[in-house]
């Protein structure tokens, strides 16, 4: 189970900070991932991480304002988001990738198995 935790309403240049965590899981991690979607549009990928190596992505809207880090003994990903724009607004989920085999990226949304529920981020003044 995975539990998306940390949206909210903040003003434009403002500051937030995403927490997902897997509970109770049976499965092994090997990437983790935070996307966004807004209605009628498809679900995009924000910034992704790897589990053992750290290695990242980030979508070009996001570079230099978010950063996703890792907590390996808590099983806990986070996306810290700075500088918050209007366009940032959407609802979050997180999503788990499980196998260890070949996957498509870490951009894209079939590399992923499980996915939270979603967490509203609203930004506007």
């Known amino acids: 189970q995975l539990q998306a935790s940390g949206g909210g309403l903040v003003q434009p240049g403002g500051s937030l900070r995403l927490s997902c965590a897997a509970s109770g899981r049976s499965f092994s991690i090997y990437r983790m991932g935070w996307f966004r979607q807004v209605p009628g549009k498809e679900r995009e990928i924000i910034a992704a991480?790897?589990?053992?190596?750290?290695?990242?992505y980030y979508a070009d809207s996001v570079k230099g304002r978010f950063a996703i880090s890792r907590d390996n003994n808590k099983d806990t990903v986070y996306l810290q988001m700075n500088s918050l724009k209007s366009e940032d607004t959407a609802i979050y989920y997180c999503a788990v990738g499980v196998s260890s085999g070949y996957y498509s990226g870490l951009w894209s949304v079939s590399s992923y198995n499980y996915w939270g529920q979603g967490t509203q981020v609203t930004v506007s003044s």
């Open positions: 991480v790897t589990w053992s190596g750290g290695i990242t």
